[in-house]
């Protein structure tokens, strides 16, 4: 299906090897099925619910995923702090301190000739310290112009305030600013007044029946007990979360964004 909208689709937080299995087998049919020209997808959960591992990262490749972004979590696998520049299809956040290794953004070469950059950048708001993800914001912007038709952030933050400033911050000068890090959809995904998409969070891809991915038990124990537990990741049914985004390939504008949510049942 071929249309005049540039249609991609976003999904949050994939946590556990579950959920990538699960993205394997139907990520595919989806493409067809939803007539899609690129697919995104945060993966800082995957390796047993934190971080990403160089196996993992070459599953991904082999997936059918066209970018992969992550978060606070992307430097939880020792492997892949040292390998990451290994895998130019991945980035995180661009707000770490100078010297971190990866890239914080990427342009991707998309179908129909369309050049989309994607950005990943991290909140400071009840997060560990890092650089002021707005100013970084402007300076990535600077750097993009005129090289890319389409650039897309994921602002993988924690406070939803500052995610929706970040959305309005960049209203009108990105084509959507797409929130992950909770593991939980928000419902207030919109074209801003500027015409940039926007959502809080997408909310993640991982067991349904979970804390934010988790064993339900065990965090419950956690927060009952109050002693520190394993959060090993919780098994299928994996619950998809993400956002369809169309953008119109004349104006480069924003046609609509829409939640996507899917429930599949591995055997
Ligand atoms: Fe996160
Ligand atoms: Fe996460």
């Known amino acids: 299906m071929q249309s005049n909208a540039f249609r991609l689709?976003?999904?949050?937080?994939?946590?556990?090897?579950?959920?990538?299995?699960?993205?394997?087998k139907y990520a595919i049919g989806w493409r067809e099925e939803l007539g899609l020209d690129m697919v995104i997808v945060n993966g800082e959960n995957l390796a047993n619910g934190s971080g990403i591992t160089v196996k993992i990262?070459?599953?991904?490749?082999?997936?059918?995923?066209?970018?992969?972004?992550?978060?606070?979590?992307?430097?939880?696998?020792?492997?892949?702090?040292?390998?990451?520049?290994?895998?130019?299809?991945?980035?995180?956040?661009?707000?770490y301190p100078p010297g971190a290794p990866g890239k914080g953004y990427i342009i991707w070469a998309a179908t129909r000739g369309v050049r989309v950059a994607v950005l990943n950048l991290l909140g400071r708001v009840f997060m560990q310290p890092v650089d002021c993800p707005f100013r970084k914001a402007d300076e990535v912007l600077s750097e993009l112009e005129g090289k890319t038709d389409i650039v897309l952030v994921d602002f993988h933050a924690e406070a939803t305030s500052e995610k929706i400033a970040m959305g309005y911050y960049l209203d009108g000068r990105v084509a959507a600013v797409l929130g992950t890090h909770t593991h939980v959809?928000?419902?207030?995904?919109?074209?801003?007044?500027?015409?940039?998409?926007?959502?809080?969070d997408v909310g993640m891809v991982g067991p349904q029946y979970s804390v934010l991915g988790r064993v339900v038990d065990n965090v419950v124990r956690k927060y009952v007990a109050g002693i520190p537990q394993r959060f090993p990741v919780a098994e299928p049914p994996i619950e998809f979360n993400g956002v369809v985004v169309d953008i119109d390939l004349e104006s480069k504008r924003v046609c609509s964004i829409e939640q996507w949510k899917k429930l599949i049942y591995l055997d």
Do not use: C
């Open 57 to 95: 990262a070459n599953e991904l490749w082999r997936s059918g995923v066209d970018v992969v972004t992550t978060g606070d979590h992307v430097w939880k696998q020792r492997d892949f702090i040292r390998r990451i520049d290994e895998f130019p299809f991945i980035i995180r956040p661009a707000n």
């Open 185 to 200: 959809p928000t419902a207030d995904a919109k074209l801003l007044p500027k015409g940039t998409a926007y959502i809080t």
């Open 9 to 24: 689709l976003f999904l949050g937080d994939m946590v556990g090897k579950d959920s990538l299995e699960a993205f394997r």
